[in-house]
């Protein structure tokens, strides 16, 4: 599953879904490291030409990771189309937007692309998350469970915002643009990471000291990223340059005590240290949401004691409710 040398998995449904000529061609697997190409670009995505492959056994359909960004721009195409015309809680709009979210936090932290474009495109995820949210508060954290390219990164960042808009609406923000602000910083928080390389982020050794005072630099890392891209929602820059500030001031990277931490970064900084605790990483074991929960309530000095106690809440209520 997931990416192959040169090439990355598709969402054989979503692909099936688009309308018109194709930006980029579509490829199937012979074997381990072959491929051959099905759908050139021009061609018109076509459901009973792919039958023909699905008959003999084909179940993955592959794009070449030079051609993402034109898979990418397609599936927003498609995305707002479907969003103009149609409620979100229908399966193919579900697909489109989780393809649309797991290929846009794969360019960024595994091909290591990030500009204005995947700006633009993360806001539609986070705008598709909150418009989900209010049509049916359930199916939001549906958006939980990835398929396909699910790097840790990915699987973290989607986890953040998600945690992050549930806990923002918990905490009686009503209004849209908290929403669409903690959705944002939750989805790009960590995007300092990217510039960060590789082999440092694996979990499955003890980082030197260097190598640990190189990741504490993320988030000033990030900022430099976004710095310079025109209309960035400067509330999201704060998020990313404070997420791993701490209440009682032993965060970093300023120390910053209290309530001098924006309050959308308390709130992205426990849907992250949630996430970061219950997303499965490599081989390492999960916590199930209680124990990280329990974890958490623990080290309460770090974070905001009053949206921690709002954080538990949703939990409690979801498991009286089974
Ligand atoms: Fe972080
Ligand atoms: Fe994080």
Partial sequence: MGAIGEYSEINIENFL??????????????????????????????RSRFQTYAEKGVKELFIHKLERREYIAATERLVKKILATQPLTDEIAKTAVEELTEQTLFEIYEDRIFDEHSVRRAQTIVKAYVDTLKANPKSLASFLNLSRNETYPCRHGIATAVFSILLARAADNENDKTLNVVGLGGLLHDVGMSLIPKDID??????????????KQHPQLGVGMIQDMKGFPEEVKLIIAQHHERWDGSGYPLGLKGPAIFYPARIVAIADSFSALTTRRGGRALYNPEDALAMLTTEQGK????LLKVFCGIFSKRSQAA
Avoid: C
């Avoid at 879904?17 to 051959?36: C, H, W």
């Avoid at 694996?202 to 005072?213: G, S």
């Avoid at 974070?303 to 009053?306: A, E, G, N, P, T």
């Fill in 202 to 215: 694996d979990v499955n050794r003890k980082l030197t000291r260097e190598e640990w005072a190189k990741v």
């Fill in 303 to 306: 974070f905001d004691s009053q």
């Fill in 17 to 46: 879904s688009m309308q018109g000529e194709l930006p980029f061609a579509v490829y199937i697997r012979l074997s381990d490291n072959k491929f051959t190409k099905i759908f050139h670009q021009g061609d018109i995505p076509d």
